[in-house]
């Protein structure tokens, strides 16, 4: 089985501070880890992904996200927040067999203020 | 075309009424998932097609819902009798599976209220 979590169902932070969306995750085997974000009235974009390697990924828009293997996470940063930055951001995780489908949190709403 | 496209983009639709949502993948992508997302909530799995292996339907609600994929290409999912709780955004995605090429492409979705 496999499984996502999603601590925190809203993060609050002022523009300019620093950021990080929690997930910790579930999976047999080697997992392939992924950040969606979705903006209102907007399909899921893709942020970024961990398949292998540097355990320090860098996406889309200046976010990354560290993938901590005895921790099972891997959270999202993003060094200043931008208003702009407020959306749904959604992690999920797959196996690396390929014969499950993505798993996706619940997601959690990130709002940044002014 | 240059992305997951779907059809409609909304649905309206009586109880007990049959639907068929339309996903158009990315060319050349062999793995299609279909999702739904209820008002306010996380994206809930329902059927995923990967090559020619048989599909993972493990997340259907019900026998209610089906889903085909023709030629490996364009899927279909169709609710039968319709329901006031089916009401959702259907999402569906592509992949192009292999190595560091997995993540998915989604489509604006399908809303489908059910009045």
């Known amino acids: 089985a496999q499984s996502v979590a999603q601590p925190e169902d809203q993060v609050n932070v002022a523009e300019g501070n620093p950021l990080t969306v929690k997930c910790t995750y579930s999976?047999?085997?080697?997992?392939?880890l992924f950040w969606y974000v979705q903006y209102p009235n907007r399909g899921l974009q893709f942020l970024l992904k961990?398949?292998?390697?540097?355990?320090l990924v860098k996406g889309s828009y200046g976010f990354e996200a560290e993938f901590n293997k005895s921790q099972t996470s891997f959270h999202l940063k993003k060094p200043s927040a931008l208003v702009s930055d407020s959306a749904l951001y959604f992690c999920a995780v797959r196996d690396d067999t390929g014969r499950r489908a993505l798993t996706f949190g619940s997601g959690t709403r990130l709002q940044v203020q002014p | 075309g240059a992305g997951v496209s779907q059809s409609p983009s909304n649905k309206v639709t009586e109880k007990g009424k049959d639907v068929e949502l339309r996903c158009d993948p990315i060319s050349g992508h062999t793995a299609l998932y279909w999702y739904r997302q209820s008002l306010g909530q996380g994206l809930e799995f329902l059927i995923y097609?990967?090559?020619?292996?048989?599909?993972?339907k493990s997340g259907l609600p019900s026998d209610r819902f089906s889903a085909e994929r023709t030629g490996g290409s364009v899927s279909t999912l169709t609710i039968q009798r319709t329901q006031q709780e089916d009401s959702a955004v259907y999402l569906c995605?592509?992949?192009?599976?292999?190595?560091?090429?997995?993540?998915?492409?989604f489509g604006q979705g399908t809303r489908l209220t059910v009045v």
């Open positions: 999976v047999s085997g080697n997992p392939y």
């Open positions: 961990y398949i292998t390697g540097d355990n």
């Open positions: 097609f990967q090559g020619n292996s048989a599909p993972d």
């Open positions: 995605a592509s992949s192009l599976e292999g190595w560091g090429n997995t993540e998915a492409f």
